[in-house]
């Protein structure tokens, strides 16, 4: 075999390792640019990864760790539970710049319970993703109230439905004092969004439930 010919082999075989190699080139483009998310509606909260904090602390012997993985908005072990309900997450504008947010209600509590703990997680969208703003427990909640009233009685959780956005800042309603078949007040705590904390606005206001 000549030289030349050794040569024009050679060229040959470089073109095609280099239109082979071509098309893998393109595929780091085509992966992120389908990764970045802008509306957080889009945001699947049933099958979603959380931080739990109140419910990790009382139940975390039992199965819900520091980090809950929820697939159909369930989490569930032997004993206990953690769930998100798809239909009470509320989409609005804490942050005041004219995006939605999201603030995502968790029930916990042991299975055949009467009794549930309560957080909720405020999500924004940064960077192409879901990312946590601030978070707020039964735990914050019981405490705001206790500090405005001293004498209450007992405090017994979240109230049905009980998330809502008015005027950019979240008001939560709870149930407290008198027993827990039928508490005496609904109270409706007011926050604001500063940063990544939620702060409460004046003094929590209760009225009767009429149960």
């Known amino acids: 075999m000549t030289r030349r010919t050794i040569l024009c082999l050679m060229t ?3 073109c095609a390792a280099s239109g082979a190699a071509q098309p893998q080139g393109k595929q780091p483009n085509s992966k992120s640019s389908s990764a970045a998310v802008t509306d957080i509606r889009k945001v699947d909260f049933l099958n979603f990864t959380y931080p739990s904090s109140l419910c990790s602390k009382e139940y975390g012997k039992e199965g819900i760790g520091k980090r809950v993985h929820v697939q159909d908005g369930e989490f569930k072990s032997k004993n206990v539970y953690f769930e998100v309900a798809g239909d009470k997450v509320v989409y609005a504008d804490l942050k005041g710049d004219g995006h939605e947010d999201a603030i995502v209600p968790v029930d916990c509590g042991a299975i ?7 957080e909720a997680y405020v999500y924004t969208i940064q960077n192409g993703r879901a990312t946590l703003l601030a978070g707020i427990s039964d735990k914050d909640l019981e405490r705001d109230y206790r500090r405005h009233y001293p004498d209450a009685e007992s405090y017994w959780g979240l109230n049905e439905n009980g998330l809502r956005v008015k005027d950019g800042n979240l008001e939560v309603d709870v149930l407290a004092d008198g027993p827990h078949a039928s508490p005496k007040y609904i109270v409706t705590l007011e926050y604001r969004l500063s ?5 409460l606005v004046g003094k929590p206001q209760r ?3 009429g149960q």
């Open 12 to 14: 040959v075989l470089l």
């Open 195 to 199: 940063g990544e904390t939620l702060s």
């Open 207 to 209: 009225r009767n439930s």
């Open 112 to 118: 055949g319970a009467n009794f549930v703990l309560s």
